[in-house]
């Protein structure tokens, strides 16, 4: 990062030597640039001496572990043309860029690629080479310190292609400011800011229920389940009451033996009777109560429910406002437990079930209820909704765990109503996207659970003292200290311990676990403006400015920074949110690899262009969904290409941008319009509708090229005499300068290259273009009428089916008088663009404009 302002690069190119090419073409344009960028550091940030004068945007740390498609490419570019704009309009941009390399996606990438799995039990082995031939069926056990020097060696390699990626599509970040989420910079951040949380009481240990992915063996926040369809069965059981047998129906028989009670709705009278009594579960014979709780669904099923420990969500909600027992079967590994627990007295009915997975238990549980008598009828087929790991591909369990968590309203309507005040604080682009952080807020059942069972990621600084019997007291953590931060525990010793005491009675242990990804990248604001490292660079940049990515994470990375700013800074992270829509196929489904409809970025790329791909990413707007069609790519590249074109005819003509110069009324009508135009693209970048700003500048460019260029053409050569050519010349150079501009946020290669034909500097670097450097009293209505007289001639000669250079014996032009006045301005332009070499007539008409001609060579009229 730049502390001295950067000079303009030199260029030989200025305004009194062009250097325009006989035939200029796109392809090249990407490589030249960008190594013009990053050798001339075009795009540094310089530090300001006030907050004022800065534009600091946070944008997501994409998983490098992952992979990019074209929503990824939309996305980033949204915010890459507001950070354009704004370095346009003299702001310094704070624009940096992480790498989210920690994490479940990062340790299944590096146990596939090189063929290994963790094992914490095997001692490390500094000499340690991955298999030659990885095979992910056999993976080989390696130490922890081995796994996680893989993970960092592969995650080089993807930051290596991501970063190529990115460059390529002309993302103007400051690369000096490139971050990681697993650097000691970002560890010291996450870690020290989690110290401060527990410290102050916002984060916290417990013992509870929790979503348990089994193939994963690791802690599921809320945030990150995902409803599935999956297919089950509802089973019709009997409990045993005093009064006869109580029927429920449930997809989960296996869980007979953990079930705590029977819920129905309170004012179900079937079941009221029942409400206080007893009954007793098949099979096992375990006495159980009949509770009542509004939660229960009179309409599903037989209208009362087993409550498991647990089954699912709602059985955590049972379990808590209700009291119930805990009476947990299932472990971590997705079995059943083992061991007979105390409340089963039957141990021929547990060892059926004993140590079998959930499926397997559930088929011996039918079994037997059918053997008992207590399976009414047989099971019927059905599709349920579960809560899956959204990266993994089993139903979740809920299992009771030790697990850190941060406070964000789940727990508390207090904390909630808070956040639901950040999220009123904060400016929503587009502003509907506000209702989706209201209705997660809103929705929170639970604190955020930070904890994970993994290897690859930020360690708790936390250590336990052990009792004389070597079990760890977690009532009474080991703190790291602040000063010593980065710590990692498994290796480091707690304060007034040695080595030596590692893991022995009256010693200490590490806590095993590593943050979730999202505790570190939740506080990616903090991270990257320096808080409590750089005081200077924090005072300038934070809060900051804008905060951009897709929808789907509003509920994630958007929500945890939110929570994190309101307890560490007593403030937003951010003023203001630009969120982004999907991207679809063209049949408007989301695009996923599993569907296998994902557009591959560098397909596109090396097919039409970076240019290209940001003009179709510009026309999305924000929070729009937009479906993708690789056809409008040509759109966007015959519009770069048409920018070299129509640069290297006005520039051809060897005419300087100069005002005073524009005398006449067609060049004055056009920079009267120009003025207009610009005052609309400012308004709407200014109001982040980059999508905006572009269709006003893209039809006035049609406009320029289509009309006005081809009729001022002749004139521009001095078909007129001098004084008419310099106007025309000095508004086509004017025009020129400006529609650059417009488009340089945009398209930023193609404008690049025009720009070095003849201007010093980069036109990333210059000013924006204002409605004062075309200020004239010309009318732009004129432009309007010239086009539809053009379009009359054109369309004479094309039904005539003759060259569009035939000239035109007679022609009748029929207006307005308002029209006709300002068409007599330019007649001299108008006979020369549609050879219009006889007699003009002008007629006052109340009818929209119309051209009568008979043309020269044909001797006929056509209107």
């Avoid at 993807?158 to 990626?165: H, I, T």
């Avoid at 290897?455 to 977690?474: I, Q, S, T």
């Avoid at 990375?557 to 939110?562: A, C, H, I, N």
């Avoid at 397909?603 to 791909?613: E, F, K, N």
Wanted: overall charge negative; aromatic content about 10%.
């Amino acid at each position: 990062m730049s502390t001295e302002p950067i000079s303009p690069r030199p260029d030989a190119a200025d305004a009194g030597a062009r250097v325009v090419p006989d035939k200029p073409v796109l392809e090249g344009l990407e490589a030249k640039w960008l190594n013009r960028w990053k050798t001339d550091d075009t795009y540094a940030f310089v530090r300001p001496a006030t907050r004022s004068e800065v534009f600091s945007i946070d944008t997501p740390p994409p998983t490098v572990s992952g992979s990019l498609h074209v929503g990824h490419v939309f996305s980033y570019t949204h915010t890459d043309l507001v950070a354009r704009y704004q370095r346009m309009r003299g702001k310094h941009v704070f624009y940096p860029i992480g790498w989210d390399d920690n994490g479940l996606p990062t340790e299944r990438r590096v146990q596939n690629y090189y063929g290994v799995r963790c094992d914490p039990s095997v001692p490390y082995d500094p000499d340690f080479a991955p298999p030659e031939k990885p095979d992910p069926k056999r993976q080989v056990p390696i130490s922890r310190r081995n796994f996680v020097e893989l993970c960092h060696e592969l995650t080089h390699l993807d930051e290596r292609a991501f970063e190529d990626l990115w460059r390529r599509v002309g993302l103007s970040v400051d690369w000096s400011t490139l971050y990681t989420t697993i650097s000691d910079d970002s560890q010291s951040v996450a870690q020290k800011a989690f110290l401060r949380n527990v410290r102050r009481g916002e984060a916290y240990m417990s013992e509870a229920p929790t979503l348990w992915d089994v193939t994963f063996q690791t802690a599921v926040a809320q945030a990150e389940l995902e409803a599935r369809d999956y297919p089950g069965a509802y089973h019709r059981v009997a409990f045993e009451g005093a009064s006869g047998p109580v029927y429920v129906e449930t997809t989960r028989p296996e869980l007979i033996a953990a079930c705590v009670a029977l819920v129905a709705h309170p004012d179900d009278e079937r079941y009221r009777p029942l409400f206080g009594t007893t009954v007793t579960s098949p099979i096992f014979g375990v006495e159980i109560p009949v509770l009542a709780h509004e939660a229960a669904e009179p309409d599903k099923g037989a209208g009362i429910a087993m409550s498991c420990t647990f089954g699912d969500l709602t059985d955590v909600t049972w379990w808590r406002e209700l009291q119930l027992p805990t009476r947990t079967i299932i472990g971590r590994d997705g079995r059943i437990l083992r061991d007979q627990p105390e409340w089963i007295s039957r141990a021929d009915a547990w060892a059926e079930i004993a140590g079998k997975t959930t499926f397997g238990a559930r088929e011996a549980t039918v079994a037997a209820l059918r053997d008992s008598g207590a399976l009414d009828g047989e099971p019927t087929p059905t599709q349920r909704k579960a809560n899956f790991y959204e990266k993994g591909d089993k139903p979740l369990e809920i299992v009771s765990t030790r697990q850190w968590y941060i406070r964000n309203g789940g727990r508390d309507e207090d904390i909630k109503q808070q956040m639901l005040a950040r999220g009123e604080e904060l400016g929503w682009i587009p502003p509907h996207m506000k209702h989706r952080y209201d209705n997660w807020v809103s929705g929170l059942n639970g604190d955020w659970l930070i904890s994970r069972q993994r290897f690859f990621g930020v360690p708790f600084p936390v250590w336990y003292v052990l009792d004389a019997n070597g079990e760890p007291d977690y009532t009474t953590p080991i703190l790291a200290s602040e000063e010593s931060l980065p710590v990692d525990p498994s290796s480091d010793v707690p304060p007034g311990f040695e080595e030596s005491q590692r893991g022995v009675p009256g010693g200490f242990v590490a806590d095993p676990d590593v943050m979730d990804t999202w505790a570190t990248s939740s506080l990616s604001p903090q991270i990257v403006t320096g808080w409590e490292r750089d005081p200077e660079l924090f005072a300038v940049t934070f809060p900051m400015d804008l905060n951009t990515h897709a929808h789907e994470i509003i509920r994630t990375w958007l929500f945890s920074r939110v929570v994190r700013a309101h307890y560490e800074n007593h403030s937003l992270p951010w003023a203001r949110s630009m969120i982004s829509g999907f991207v679809m196929d063209p049949d408007r489904k989301k695009m996923s690899k599993s569907r296998g409809n994902v557009v591959v970025p560098t397909d596109i790329l090396d097919s039409y262009g970076s240019d290209a791909v940001r003009w179709r990413a510009a026309m999305a707007r924000p929070g729009m969904d937009s479906p993708f069609d690789e056809k409008q790519m040509k759109v966007g590249r015959r519009l770069a290409m048409k920018v070299l074109n129509a640069s290297k005819f006005v520039l051809g003509l060897g005419a300087a941008g100069d005002l005073a110069s524009v005398t006449e009324p067609a060049d004055r009508a056009l920079l009267a319009e120009l003025g207009g135009v610009i005052d609309t693209a400012t308004a709407a970048f200014d109001a982040f509708d980059y999508t905006g700003a572009l269709e006003a500048s893209e039809r006035f460019f049609w406009q320029f090229c289509d009309d006005y260029l081809e009729l001022v053409k002749e004139r521009a050569y001095g078909a007129q005499g001098e004084a008419a050519a310099g106007s025309a010349r000095a508004a086509l150079a004017l025009a020129l300068d400006a529609s650059l501009r417009l488009f340089a946020p945009i398209m930023p290669f193609v404008t690049e290259e025009v720009w070095s034909w003849w201007k010093k500097g980069s036109i990333h670097q210059a000013s924006w273009p204002t409605a004062d450097e075309v200020a004239t009293d010309g009318d732009p209505a004129l432009l309007g009428d010239v086009a539809a007289a053009l379009i009359a001639i054109r369309g004479s000669k094309s039904q005539a089916k003759v060259s569009m250079k035939t000239e035109v014996a007679v022609a009748e032009l029929s207006a307005p008088a308002e029209s006709l006045a300002r068409l007599q301005s330019v007649e001299a332009d108008l006979r020369a663009v549609g050879r219009i070499t006889g007699e003009l007539t002008w007629t006052k008409s109340d009818s929209p404009l119309s051209v009568a001609v008979q043309l020269a060579e044909a001797e006929s009229s056509h209107n």
